[in-house]
Nanobody
């Protein structure tokens, strides 16, 4: 079993920044890709960003590209999402997740069903 715990969410004004963290614990640190997904009120959960196990490749949804940066530190068993130039439409619960197989393509890493372990989520609220 792998446990994922997100932190770093909060309330920020438009144009501000937040850094989310996802700490992993359990049997072993995930050696697979990991991702961030988000769910706004009344909407379906959607892909935001993903990173391969080595950190060598990253993928982003068009809505966050150029503003968000995903990274991971395998030595610390932690993944991050640096969010800059936040907009009110970024308001959502942000979830981290670990892939269930060694996927590495953008197409696969953006699909929720490719992930088997999920955190409980952290709320990000951006005021206008």
């Amino acid at each position: 079993q792998v446990q994922l715990v997100e932190s770093g969410g909060g309330l920020v004004q438009a144009g501000g920044s937040l850094r989310l963290s996802c700490a992993a614990s359990g049997r072993t640190f995930p050696t697979y890709a990991m991702g961030w997904f988000r769910q706004a009120p009344g909407k379906e959960r959607e892909f935001a960003a993903a990173v391969t196990w080595s950190g060598g490749r990253t993928y982003y949804a068009d809505s966050v590209k150029g503003r968000f940066t995903i990274s991971r530190d395998n030595a610390k068993n932690t993944m991050y999402l640096q969010m800059n130039s936040l907009k009110p439409e970024d308001t959502a619960v942000y979830y981290c997740a670990r892939a269930k197989s060694p996927i590495s393509t953008a197409q696969a890493m953006g699909v929720m069903k490719q992930y088997d372990y999920w955190g409980q989520g952290t709320q990000v609220t951006v005021s206008s």
